[in-house]
Structures are given as structure tokens and as C-alpha cells.
């Protein structure tokens, strides 16, 4: 026997089993993103290596550590999978000069890659439910979608969620700020971990995120971004909490939030669990102003999240949602007659809509009514070969309840109906 190949680790297959209550968070962003005004964009999986390096960051973990990136042996190009979708969004918006005719509302969906390690909710294929909203400037469009995810988790049935929102200012304030920063961890150096000191002076705001409890006091009592923004930064986070105040939308300041890329500016944000440990944030994202002209376009303001559909599909199963992809119909039948009304029959279902399964391959009536139940059918239709000579059908429901009744082929559509 020939040796068996298993899946690479970190990428996963998503059995059939999983796959109705995946469509229904899918469906559910759908829905709700459209609700909004967002349209949709797809976007290659593929992209040009510099994209990410000058987009994300040189320095971030994504570009220093979690990329797949590659030189392409046919003509030498350096490509990446897409680590996530800003930057690939924001290329599509400047090459096609999207925002020519005025600001965009987008979002894309679809598997994302990056080196790391495996854990609960976390994998190296992973899926992301992204928004870009390109030329609002005002605090508007930041809290729309901070309101628009809270709906998406209430229509997915999804409770006990935070959301937490910071600001980071604009560039100026944030090189001021990042020098303050520096001399203090500086100063603090001996408690500093390999990471924080690895990051000190290429990301030091990141430093701010660490998890690391020997180093939280003095994380705590280091100088906040908040005490030295100016006027314009002060107006836009006083706005957005206005509108967040207005929309009854709950949320908590903090100052340690920076998230992870350098593109962001002002707002940031994060919806967290936690459901999930260590693996808290389920949603995340922000403004950044200049990443379009970074990226070769004019200067465009524009805000976006990405939402990690992987910990969003845990705290769904967390909280008992269910969903169901069984066929409207499946379809009895034995003896050779049956065998020949039974595709016919249900063709004809198929064609007025109805999902229908017929049974293939033999078996008793009893075998075939616990495939049946098990399909998650509605209903059973029921052809014998006296109901085939008789151009009738049994019609048993297998859900609600009800009473077996037989009526004639030609009426089975109103009475499934009915």
C-alpha cells in the first residue's frame, strides 16, 4: 500500500461537516457588509514581496519573520502569499485608480499566509473577512465600522466581545513620542525581554504590546502617546467616541493598543474575547492615511479592519450556533421502476428550487430512511414500485413533525409547500 500524504502543518482541510456553519459566517459578512455599502473585490493571493516590505513594514514580525516569500525561478521576481489583505487592497485601489470618481467602500474575503506558530484559532493558512473605506477623513467612517462589526456579531450570535480603541496620532507626533519612548526603555534596559530588546529601536511601540509579566510595570508606567497629540489628532478620537457614544456602542481606552503594522495612524481598534485564551482579538484595524501614497497613489485618506474568520468561527461554536445544509428532499426509493421515476422526479423539484438527494446504491427502505435522517433532510419522499406504477409518492417529515401522508406525484411540490 502506498504511503499515505497528510496535510502541511498549519494548513488545514475544512470538512464537510464544518463547512454549513462556515457559509453561514460567510453569508452573514456578506449581508452585513453590503448592508453598509461595502462592495466586493478579489484580490490574488500572490503579490509582489516589496508590496508587503514597504507597505507592512520592514521591521514588522510579518516582513521579519512570518512572510512566505520566494524569487520566482521563471524570471527572477521576489513574490509573497499575501501575509493580509491592506496592502494588496490598497495596490489594487492606486493601479486601477479606483478612487478617481470619488471614495470606496471595499471588502474581500479569503485565505491568508504567514509562518507561525500553530495554536487554538491561529494557523499558518488562515482566513480574513477584510473592509477598506478609501477617502473619508472624519471619525465617521472609523466608528461605521467598529458599529458595522458590533452588528455582524450580533446577527452570528456572538456575545461578551470588547471593543477596545486607542489613538497613535499622525506621523510627526508619533516620531516625537517614539524617542521619548526609546530613552525610557533605554533607561529600564535590565528588564527589557530579547524581543522588546530586538525591537527597540527598529518598532518600539510594539513594545507597549508585550505580554511578557515581568516587564508589565514597567510597560504601565511608561510615557503615553495620549499626553502629546496635537489638536487635530485630539478632535478626530473625541469624535469617534461622540459617535460611538451616539451608535450605544461600548468601548475601552487603551493606550497600550498600537496593533502590529506601521501603516496605522490616529484610530486603532480591537474587538476581543475572552472565550478564546490567549488568542483574544477576533477583529482588528484602524486608519492609515498614508499608506496609499506610500504605495505609489495620490494622498487618500482611508480606515480598514480584517477579521479573523477562524476565532470568529470558534466563539460561534462557543455559543452554540448551529447551521444546517442538509437537502430540502431526499428521495426513497427501491425496485427497479422506483429506480427510474426517482430521477425524474426529482428533476422536477430541482427545477421549481428545492435541494434534492437521491439515494444511490441499493439498500433496504430501512437503510435508506436512516441515510435520510442522517442527510438532515426535511422531508423523505418515499417511491416504491406499487408508488411508481400507482404515480404516487410518500411524503414523510423528518423535522417538524407532521403525519406520513401519500398524495400523487403531480401534487408533491404544493404539499411539500403546503
Not at 513594514?57 to 502569499?81: P, R
Request: hydrophobic fraction near 40%; charged fraction near 25%; charge should be negative.
Amino acid at each position: 500500500m502506498a504511503d499515505k500524504f497528510q496535510s502541511i502543518k498549519g494548513f488545514y482541510d475544512i470538512l464537510p461537516d464544518n463547512t454549513a456553519l462556515w457559509q453561514k459566517l460567510e453569508d452573514t459578512a456578506r449581508r452585513v457588509l453590503a448592508q453598509y455599502g461595502y462592495r466586493n473585490i478579489r484580490l490574488p493571493i500572490v503579490e509582489p514581496t516589496g508590496l508587503f516590505v514597504r507597505g507592512v513594514g520592514e521591521h514588522t514580525d510579518i516582513v521579519e519573520k512570518e512572510m512566505y516569500a520566494w524569487t520566482d525561478a521563471l524570471n527572477g521576481d521576489k513574490l509573497a502569499l499575501r501575509p493580509e489583505g491592506t496592502a494588496g487592497c490598497v495596490r489594487a485601489v492606486v493601479e486601477h485608480s479606483l478612487t478617481y470618481n470619488g471614495p470606496q467602500r471595499l471588502w474581500y474575503m479569503g485565505p491568508m499566509f504567514r509562518h507561525e506558530n500553530v495554536q487554538k484559532g491561529r494557523q499558518r493558512q488562515f482566513h480574513q473577512v477584510g473592509a477598506e473605506a478609501f477617502g473619508y477623513d472624519g471619525p465617521d467612517v472609523d466608528a461605521e465600522q467598529m458599529v458595522m462589526l458590533a452588528r455582524l456579531w450580533r446577527e452570528l450570535g456572538i456575545a461578551d466581545v470588547e471593543l477596545q480603541i486607542n489613538t497613535i496620532g499622525d506621523v510627526a507626533e508619533r516620531a516625537a513620542y517614539r524617542q521619548s519612548l526609546i530613552a525610557y526603555f533605554e533607561a529600564h534596559a535590565d528588564l527589557l525581554d530579547e524581543d522588546a530588546k530586538r525591537r527597540l529601536h527598529a518598532n518600539p511601540l510594539r513594545i507597549l504590546d508585550s505580554k511578557n509579566p515581568r516587564m508589565q510595570d514597567m510597560i504601565n508606567a511608561a510615557p503615553k502617546l495620549f499626553d502629546v497629540l496635537g489638536d487635530d489628532s485630539r478632535q478626530h478620537y473625541q469624535g469617534l467616541c461622540r459617535l460611538l457614544d451616539e451608535a450605544g456602542v461600548a468601548y475601552t481606552l487603551n493606550t497600550r493598543l498600537v496593533r502590529g503594522l506601521d501603516y496605522y495612524n490616529r484610530t486603532v481598534f480591537e474587538w476581543v474575547t475572552t472565550k478564546l485564551g490567549a488568542q483574544g482579538t477576533i477583529a482588528g484595524g484602524g486608519r492609515y492615511d498614508s499608506l496609499v501614497e506610500t504605495l505609489g497613489g495620490k494622498p487618500t485618506p482611508a480606515c480598514g479592519f480584517g477579521m479573523g474568520m477562524e476565532r470568529v468561527f470558534l466563539l460561534m461554536q462557543e455559543y452554540g450556533v448551529t447551521a444546517q445544509d442538509g437537502p430540502d428532499v431526499y428521495l426513497v426509493n427501491a425496485g427497479e421502476a422506483a429506480g427510474r421515476v426517482a430521477p425524474r422526479l426529482a428533476e422536477q423539484l430541482r427545477n421549481a428550487g428545492l435541494a434534492v438527494t437521491v439515494h444511490a446504491g441499493g439498500g433496504s427502505f430501512k437503510s435508506q430512511m436512516k441515510k435520510a435522517d442522517g442527510s438532515g433532510a426535511r422531508f423523505a419522499l418515499i417511491i416504491g414500485d406499487n408508488e411508481a406504477a400507482d404515480a404516487t409518492v410518500v411524503i414523510k417529515p423528518l423535522r417538524d413533525g407532521g403525519e406520513q401522508r401519500t398524495v400523487a406525484q403531480a401534487d408533491v411540490l404544493a404539499a411539500l409547500k403546503g
